[in-house]
């Protein structure tokens, strides 16, 4: 584990910067440097998963009963690999719109460094992702040219509560899949690193995008709430629909035709989304950013 110091700072920041000032202190003494601690060398096993199996998009359907069990395993190498390029994608979004929030602020803002702070670990994770993915032996997977498209709008458009929240969804249904991982010892040990280092550097980022919602939101009248509330559920359907490409079926050995409608009538994968993001609903239910429009996306994704 890697970690550095930082000089004394201002004691006597108002309130408003105390959690960044944590956050700050937080990173500099708990960080990690993935070129370094996740075993990059050592060959693939092939043995182990790349994800726990319960959270495969076929797990629970007669299709699953069927496959051998090294199908199983490679059919969650693949998902894995998926989840991960969608993870950078939205990382990719993420810091975009993270950079033009912060743009011309006070640079001696402890919030101001704590956003560069973020954005590095970031880079870090996508880098960390991309090799993930392809030690794990999957091509790169990408999201559908529509997702794409307004994963541009979104990065460009998107400001203030409806930018925080949406990276809030995005961190917390991965943070909820990735700790079941991290402790699988079905998983292969490298894949079980990344997961423990993305969940550990991304417990600060959720910290600070649910203080950052909560703040934006203060003023915020009801035709701001109801906007921002659609917004973000339309993110969040796009992100969480984009999380297992349909290659990985076919990449996998499968019958693609047959996998994609076992996978979408799969009450078992719907039922571990919805109890993955109790936690999230809860939060944006109490920001009241649960409108009925929004509950539309939401059920759509089967994040409640």
Known sequence: MASSTVPPRNQHRSGKHEVAQRLLDSA????????TEVDWETPLDKDFHGASPEWSTLYGTAYWEEMTEAQRKELTRQEAA??????IWFEMILQQMVLRDIYAK?????EFQWALTEIAEECRHSIMFARGAEKLGAPPYRPHRAAVELGRAFKTLAFGESAYAAILVA????DVMQRDWMRDERVVPF???INNIHVVEESRHMKFARDETRKRLRKAG???RQISSLVVAIASYV?????????VYKNAGLDSERALAEAAANEHHKSMMRSSCSGLMEFLASARLLTKPALIFYKRAHLI
């Open 222 to 224: 009801f035709v701001r």
């Open 191 to 193: 894949v079980r690193t």
């Open 171 to 174: 961190e917390e249904v991965l």
């Open 239 to 247: 992100i969480v629909t984009s999380m297992v490409n349909k290659k």
């Open 106 to 110: 006070d640079a001696t803002d402890p």
């Open 82 to 87: 998926s989840v991960a390029s969608t993870g």
């Open 28 to 35: 500099a003494k708990l960080a990690y440097d993935p070129a």
